[in-house]
């Protein structure tokens, strides 16, 4: 059975800093990863995909790698801001478009 | 484009009465409708993948005779919370894939419906 994990659960930094989420699957079968931003009582914002072929994926100041076969991916936030706080998530997409999600974790970037 | 909608945004309700949340593709044809629950501060968890005009696929544990779900048209699934109690009361979230994203993976989600059951 798949389980996702997302370290740190919650990061508190001051505005500016570059920051790293990590994310562990347990089963390297996949056939691609997300990251998705969740602002608090709403929906998902996607942010990035990463097909199980590729290694990384970038948009804007975002930055998300893949390692399938260790089970990991990273996001990676440059110069972060305070619009950045939000809930940060990582799914993988076993098959079927049905995603099996992380806990997330919940950042805080104060000015 | 791409967007996925859900009515209501939340909803209050007495324990016992059943409850429809509605999940619209406003411009786009749904291939497939997901719905998942998230308890505060923890993930979402898929509930149930439907297919316009098909049964409802239900993920081990979760009740489909609790959880109706129809997918009646390319646009529109509705989730049925039947005889709601306090412990279904959790933010429900469905997403959707079209035509031209199915095999890239790429899925719409909607904004959230908060149930909250007395």
């Known amino acids: 059975k798949q389980e996702v994990t997302q370290i740190p659960a919650a990061l508190s930094v001051p505005e500016g800093e570059n920051l790293v989420l990590n994310c562990s699957f347990t089963d390297s079968a996949i056939y691609n990863l997300q990251w998705f931003r969740q602002d608090p009582g709403k929906g998902l914002t996607s942010l990035l995909l990463i097909q199980s072929s590729q290694r990384e994926q970038t948009s804007g100041r975002l930055n998300a790698s893949l390692d399938k076969s260790s089970g990991r991916s990273t996001l990676y936030i440059a110069a972060s801001q305070p619009g950045d706080s939000a809930t940060y998530l990582c799914a993988v997409d076993g098959g079927y478009n049905k995603l099996i999600f992380g806990a997330g974790t919940r950042l805080a970037v104060h000015p | 484009g791409a967007v996925v909608s859900q009515h209501p945004s939340w909803v209050i309700c007495k324990s016992g009465t059943s409850v429809k949340i509605e999940c619209r593709s406003l411009?786009?044809?749904?291939?497939?409708m997901f719905w998942y629950r998230q308890f505060p501060k923890q993930s979402l968890m898929l509930m149930a993948t439907s297919n316009e005009g098909s049964k409802a696929t239900y993920e081990q544990g979760v009740e489909k005779d609790k959880f109706l779900i129809n997918h009646a048209s390319l646009t529109l699934s509705t989730l049925t919370v039947t005889s709601a109690h306090p412990e279904d009361s959790s933010f429900y979230i469905c997403s959707a894939s079209s035509f031209r994203t199915a095999n890239t993976g790429e899925l719409f989600f909607g904004e959230g419906s908060r149930l909250t059951v007395l």
């Open positions: 411009d786009f044809q749904a291939t497939t």
